[in-house]
């Protein structure tokens, strides 16, 4: 009993731990640094709140930054699997660039499926098509299976983006939407990131084939963690379309603004996907002489880049909402991305076209820092939109950004194969494909948009 007293009479501060009397100045520190924890605790206590109330988003996070390892892990696989297989530029680009083509062919019916039975249905189903494609590669012998496990890849990773800004829309606020958006683009710089030196000590120690069956088992986890996320307390996840207007695109292809938008932010994005997917690194090698290890690393730091910047973009979203509206940061970003591409054409040492010689590096870590630009598009298209019509409006953003990638990334493969004598060359001229689509993004965007537009979707009024 006596001990049960003195451990009280120690917690009012009233003794010290040796059993003597405590002095008021330790009295008055002890109350003061509960004070200060309780200030703290009282702080946190809303980050706390919305970290478990967006908690059922986290799956969709992790099905984003399985989409960015799929799509980015060619450029770490691609050598060993041209040389297993006899492939030149040309037929890994197009087996590659198979993504893409799947991806972009299902991307209206997803979007209409996004607005009929909601994000979580949907992203697990494609999911589990993403594990059946992933392990198809693993285990298919010869390239038309592998050519058919990339298209299941592409299908199944297709709306990975979309699903997660159609989610989002519903379980947030919308002065919330870019910094999740933002949050979204972040795991997907994480799955960039396991795409590089991740991927590489897999690769040497156990083989491509390995690398392709460990995410199909991700896959398929995470398409069972999408479906147990939602607690039966939460709402859930969907958005109720109109049945008469459930399959129409008209009214989206109508709005003036995203006319004006969407083939710029598809120029750009898809570009920028066809780049960094598979030919940033074969450009460090033919042009830079870049080892393999050396090409590794390389592509390491401009996910690490992409992934820091993300937190800045989701609150340049928010101010440029403001100053100049997305419409206009969007043509900004877009016309700073084509200067850094520019960078890339000069030959090493030798500056040409009244364009510095930047080093092997800077460009394509400006590119990866404005990657994650997409936020400023896709919170754009949730501003312009009505909700009820959001998962076709991003479904269609997608389908185009997948487009122009495919046709990128084909066509570059092409026009390196044409140059094979002289593949730093190659390299260099391939660049003018996406350098002209992007241009063109951006003298229809300076034709077509209104001056000084602001996102304000139908029924809402222009923000301020």
């Known amino acids: 009993m006596a001990d049960r007293t003195d451990l009280a009479q120690y917690r009012l501060g009233r003794v010290d731990p040796l059993g003597t009397a405590a002095s008021p100045r330790r009295r008055f520190v002890d109350h003061l640094c509960e004070a200060r924890l309780s200030t703290v605790r009282h702080a946190l206590r809303p980050t706390f709140r919305a970290a478990r109330a967006l908690a059922p988003l986290a799956p969709f996070a992790l099905a984003y930054a399985l989409a960015c390892l799929l799509r980015n892990v060619n450029v770490v696989l691609a050598p060993d699997i041209a040389r297993e297989l006899g492939l030149g530029p040309a037929q890994l680009g197009t087996l590659v660039a198979a993504y893409f083509v799947a991806g972009a062919a299902v991307q209206l019916p997803l979007g209409v499926a996004l607005d009929r039975f909601g994000a979580t249905t949907v992203q697990a189903t494609l999911l589990a098509v993403a594990a059946l494609g992933s392990a198809l590669c693993a285990w298919g012998e010869g390239v038309g299976m592998l050519f058919v496990g990339r298209i299941l890849i592409g299908l199944g990773t297709a709306a990975a983006f979309t699903t997660a800004a159609t989610a989002a829309t519903t379980w947030c606020r919308a002065p919330r939407l870019p910094w999740v958006n933002a949050t979204f683009l972040a795991a997907g710089g994480l799955g960039a990131l396991a795409a590089t030196l991740p991927a590489q000590a897999v690769l040497e120690a156990a083989g491509w084939r390995c690398v392709m069956a460990a995410i199909a088992g991700c896959c398929a986890l995470v398409a069972l963690a999408v479906l147990a996320a939602q607690s039966p307390s939460r709402p859930t996840i969907t958005l109720q379309a109109s049945p008469h207007r459930a399959f129409t695109f008209g009214p989206l292809l109508r709005d003036r603004v995203l006319q004006a938008t969407l083939p710029l932010l598809a120029a750009t994005t898809g570009s920028v996907f066809a780049l960094q997917s598979l030919w940033a690194g074969p450009h460090l090698s033919a042009v830079h002489g870049f080892t393999p290890a050396q090409t590794v690393a390389a592509l390491a730091g401009m996910a690490l880049v992409m992934l820091a910047s993300t937190p800045l973009w989701g609150a340049l979203t928010i101010l440029l909402r403001r100053r100049i509206g997305l419409p206009w940061a969007l043509f900004a970003c877009a016309a700073v991305l084509l200067g850094l591409e520019a960078l890339l054409l000069p030959a090493p040492g030798h500056p040409a076209l009244l364009l510095p010689d930047a080093g092997p590096l800077l460009p394509w870590l400006g590119i990866a820092a404005f990657t994650a630009s997409t936020v400023l598009g896709f919170s754009l298209v949730a501003d312009q939109v009505p909700h009820a019509a959001l998962g076709r409006a991003n479904a269609l953003a997608n389908a185009a950004q997948f487009i122009v990638a495919f046709a990128v990334q084909a066509g570059m493969g092409l026009v390196i194969e044409a140059y094979a004598s002289n593949p730093a060359l190659g390299h260099r001229v391939a660049l003018v494909l996406p ?28 923000r301020p």
Do not use: N
Not at 438 to 458: D, V, Y
């Open 435 to 462: 350098m002209a689509l992007q241009s063109a993004g951006l003298l229809w965007f300076a034709a077509r948009i209104p001056g000084r537009a602001r996102a304000a979707s139908p029924g809402r009024p222009a």
